[in-house]
């Protein structure tokens, strides 16, 4: 019971150490380009390995629910990419190989590219027309690609690597959405309605 409290209680600190050190310029532009996305009805689509994947799927329903085009990269349904898009990618190491590969293919066809890693001066990172910081690990993993590091049966430690930086962007993303809300005046009655009310799991 005690190595489950005292994990809780450092991610919750390490969280809510990045809620204070946020870049507020690039919190706000990253606000901007969601809300000019959602006024120009363009495409927001999200792209992410491992459990960033799932990170990035949560932050895509709740942009569902506040009215948002969006999509996840991957997925049978995902249309083609264009210059209107934004594509957000989360990485914490801004090296997964996929990740870095779906967001180069969308930068060539003129998306705009936000990532979310805790490495700005990363392969991601520096193809990226806005870059949001959020601290996570403390070093880069011995094999840098996610997959490859399933392969290879490496696995990192629950919290002091890549569960801080999971934890932190999920949070965040939780943060925007309330922010979002607050600025397009959505009630969360309107998106109830935009809930999934016939779900299935397979």
């Known amino acids: 019971m005690e190595d489950v409290r005292k994990a809780m209680e450092n991610i919750a600190s390490h969280v809510l150490k990045v809620a204070r050190n946020l870049n507020e310029e ?3 532009k990253f606000l901007e380009i969601l809300l000019s996305a959602h006024e120009k009805r363009h495409k927001v689509m999200v792209v992410g390995a491992g459990r960033s ?6 932050f895509a329903m709740r942009l569902m629910h506040l009215g948002f085009t969006v999509y996840v990269m991957g997925e049978t349904i995902t249309p083609s990419v264009n210059k209107r898009d934004v594509i957000i990618a989360v990485s914490g190491s801004g090296r997964t190989q996929i990740v870095v590969s779906v967001a180069s293919a969308a930068k060539r066809m003129g998306a705009t590219i936000v990532a979310i890693t805790s490495f700005p ?6 193809i990226s027309d806005l870059i949001v910081r959020i601290p996570g690990r403390t070093k880069i993993a011995r094999e840098i ?3 490859a590091r399933q392969v290879l049966g490496q696995y990192e430690p629950l919290a002091p ?12 993303f939780d943060g925007v959405i309330t922010a979002l809300m607050n600025i397009l005046g959505v009630s969360e009655d309107e998106m109830r309605d935009r809930h999934a009310n016939v779900e299935y799991i397979g």
Do not use: C, H, N, Q
């Not at 994947?53 to 949560?58: G, H, I, R």
């Not at 999971?166 to 965040?172: R, T």
């Open 145 to 147: 690609d996610y997959f």
């Open 121 to 126: 001066d990363s392969p991601l990172g520096r």
């Open 161 to 172: 690597l890549g569960t801080l930086f999971e934890d932190s962007a999920l949070i965040f």
């Open 26 to 28: 690039e919190v706000k």
């Open 53 to 58: 994947a799932l990170v990035a799927k949560s």
